[in-house]
């Protein structure tokens, strides 16, 4: 009984982990910015009075879901890499290189910013325009293949692409596949080269999580919650790669600008005008 005293909105919980999942597995993959969503929905929790208790181990979860989708997804690619094309893999090790650096420096000394839904709509902003330029460069996009064509300076700009995604409504996904299109890829494989940066960065965006949670020494949420959350996530991921993937190859990733400039003036708006109402 006093463990379910302790946590009295756990029962009406379930809600909100289930949207932040969704928002984690569509935002992820999909040029939108999952952290920059993921941030906007838990303030929003917050300011209606049903705050996110132990984000930390949420937010382990949701990323434990969304990698193990790429890992699914991709399986049979990874298997051929790691068999056949070693170079891809150093490619991919030194392209994560700035990410990590940046990361490690953020969560050090920058918390307020990886956590500001106003960072985030501002954000938004220039995402939108990044997805917008697709629009002309997938048109004249290059037929480059990665293991042949991509060389390491290359991938140094694609993995400082990702590293700017650190910042909460950058999208990662949407950053690294500009930026292989811009470097002359197809978008097959400027989409491929972006889920395979993905597999170390959300691996190690979710163990820095579950070190700092051990740190505080959190309680997390229930074991239910919790795996409720990893299995949306899980299973919205999935989806949005599909989606991503066709959408990547018919050109249309500028759609997704339309959504962020949105939603960025009104987050923006919400933070300055509207959040003491």
Not at 27 to 45: D, K, M, Q, R
């Amino acid at each position: 009984m006093a463990s379910e005293e302790s946590n009295p909105l756990e029962s009406d919980m379930w809600l909100e982990v289930v949207l932040l999942a969704i928002v984690q597995g569509i935002g992820e993959f999909l040029p939108i910015s999952s952290s920059g969503h993921v941030v906007v929905g838990t303030a929003l929790c917050d300011q209606w009075g049903h705050p996110i208790q132990e984000k930390l181990a949420l937010n382990v979860m949701l990323h434990l879901g969304t990698l193990l989708a790429v890992l699914v997804f991709f399986f049979p690619r990874l298997q051929k890499i790691l068999r056949e094309e070693p170079r891809v893999v150093l490619l991919g090790l030194w392209a994560t290189i700035p990410a990590v650096v940046v990361g490690f420096g953020m969560k050090a000394g920058a918390k307020e910013t990886l956590e500001s839904p106003l960072v985030a709509g501002f954000a938004f902003l220039i995402t939108g325009a990044t997805l917008l330029w697709t629009k002309q460069i997938t048109s004249s996009a290059g037929q480059g293949n990665l293991c042949r064509q991509l060389n390491f300076w290359q991938a140094l700009g694609i993995g400082l692409a990702q590293a700017v995604a650190v910042v909460p409504g950058i999208s990662r996904s949407g950053a690294t596949i500009v930026a292989g299109l811009a470097f002359g890829l197809r978008p097959a494989e400027a989409a491929g080269f972006s889920f395979l940066l993905a597999i170390p960065v959300i691996t190690g965006a979710g163990l820095l999580e579950g070190l700092e949670m051990l740190w505080e020494k959190s309680t997390p949420l229930q074991i239910g919650l919790l795996g409720l959350g990893m299995a949306v996530s899980f299973l919205v991921g999935l989806v949005s790669l599909r989606w991503l993937l066709r959408w990547v190859e018919q050109g249309r990733l500028h759609w997704f600008a339309y959504w962020l400039f949105a939603v960025g003036p009104g987050v923006i708006l919400w933070q300055i005008f509207l959040w003491n109402l």
